[in-house]
C-alpha cells in the first residue's frame, strides 16, 4: 500500500514570497490534516478535511495560509506571503475516518523562509 | 480535550525496558489513548491505541489504569534504533476531536 505523498520535499524562499505544497493521501482515506511542526515542537493541526469539505481549520492563519482539497483526493497548502515565522516542516496525514482513526503521515515538507 | 503531560526526555540503554508515563487528568469517559512514535527527518508513525487496561502488539504494551488518568507505554529491550520522540494523544472515539500533539518525549537511547 503506497504511503502518503508529499512535494516538494525541501523549499527555500525569501519572506513575502509565495510557497505551495502538495499532498497525496492513501488511497481511499476520506479524512485529510495538514500540520505545522517547528522545530522542537509537535505538530500542530492546520486544518483537517473530511472528503472535500473543511472539518477544522482553527488553527489556520487565515490572512496568509489557504488549503483546499480539490474532488476529495489531493490537497494543497499555500502561504501567501511567508513570513520568517513559517519556517517549520509541514506535514501532511491522511486516516480512513474521523475520530480515533490511526493517522498516517508523509514525509513532510521543510519551508525555510529567509 | 484531555491535556496530556509527558516527561520532555528520557535516556536508557541498549537492551533495557523503558517505560514512559503520559498523566491525563481530565480524560472523558470516550477519550481513547494513542501513541506515536517520530524519527528525525520523518513524520509521526502510530505505535498503539488503548481504552483501558492492557494493550500489546508486536512493537510495544499500553498500560492504563482503572482511573485512566495515566498511561504508560513500555517499550521491551530497546535499541539504538528506538531513538525517537513519542507523542502521547488523548481524544474521543466518537466526537469529531481534534487530535494535539504535545511536545513529546525525546527518547535517547545509549550503546
Known amino acids: 500500500e503506497a504511503g502518503v505523498a508529499q512535494s516538494p520535499r525541501y523549499k527555500i524562499i525569501e519572506k513575502r514570497q509565495s510557497v505551495a505544497f502538495w499532498c497525496n493521501p492513501i488511497s481511499g482515506h476520506a479524512t485529510l490534516y495538514w500540520y505545522q511542526q517547528i522545530l522542537g515542537q509537535g505538530p500542530k493541526l492546520l486544518i483537517q478535511?473530511?472528503?472535500?469539505?473543511?472539518?477544522?481549520d482553527s488553527q489556520l492563519p487565515k490572512d496568509r495560509f489557504s488549503a483546499e482539497r480539490l474532488k476529495g483526493v489531493d490537497s494543497t497548502l499555500k502561504i501567501q506571503p511567508a513570513k520568517l515565522e513559517d519556517s517549520a516542516v509541514y506535514l501532511c496525514a491522511s486516516s480512513l475516518q474521523q475520530g480515533r482513526e490511526t493517522q498516517y503521515f508523509g514525509p513532510g515538507t521543510r519551508l525555510l523562509v529567509l | 480535550l484531555a491535556k496530556t503531560t509527558q516527561p520532555i526526555s528520557m535516556d536508557s540503554y541498549e537492551g533495557q525496558e523503558v517505560n514512559i508515563t503520559c498523566s491525563h487528568n481530565?480524560?472523558?469517559?470516550?477519550?481513547?489513548i494513542t501513541w506515536y512514535q517520530q524519527f528525525p527527518s520523518q513524520g509521526p508513525r502510530f505505535i498503539i491505541q488503548g481504552y483501558k487496561t492492557k494493550v500489546t502488539n508486536e512493537v510495544a504494551s499500553l498500560f492504563i489504569p482503572a482511573d485512566r488518568k495515566s498511561s504508560t507505554l513500555s517499550l521491551p529491550r530497546v535499541s539504538l534504533s528506538d531513538t525517537a520522540v513519542y507523542y502521547c494523544l488523548v481524544g474521543d472515539i466518537g466526537r469529531d476531536d481534534k487530535i494535539i500533539f504535545g511536545k513529546g518525549t525525546r527518547l535517547h537511547i545509549l550503546p
Open positions: 478535511f473530511q472528503n472535500n469539505g473543511v472539518v477544522d
Open positions: 481530565n480524560i472523558a469517559t470516550n477519550d481513547y
